[in-house]
């Protein structure tokens, strides 16, 4: 059995890596600090737990087998970076350059 990390989630018993947030009201995996507090908002004064769906948070599954809540990925699209804009053709096609 490969070693495994020391970090648990302390309720579920999750393996995870040691950057993922565990909420302590709702006991789910957060990515990051800033995906766990995208799923708290606040509702008549108190600061209640949503569902991480509903916040536009996707649910994976880590290398250990466990579910994380995270910020989707943006995919980068294929073509022209921002910078190189001023290369492009005016049919919007790109120019290949060879380094």
Do not use: Q, W
Request: aromatic share 4%; proline share 6%.
């Amino acid at each position: 059995m490969p070693n495994l990390p020391n970090h648990r989630n302390p309720y579920t018993g999750e393996v995870l890596a040691n950057a993922v947030e565990v909420c302590c009201a709702c006991h789910k995996n957060f990515a990051s600090t800033r995906a766990g507090d995208k799923h708290r908002v606040t509702r008549n004064g108190k600061r209640v737990c949503v569902d991480p769906s509903t916040v536009g948070l996707e649910l994976i599954t880590n290398s250990y087998g466990s579910m994380i809540y995270r910020k989707p990925v943006k995919a980068v699209r294929a073509g022209i970076r921002e910078p190189n804009k001023k290369l492009a053709r005016k049919d919007n096609t790109a120019l290949l350059t060879v380094a």
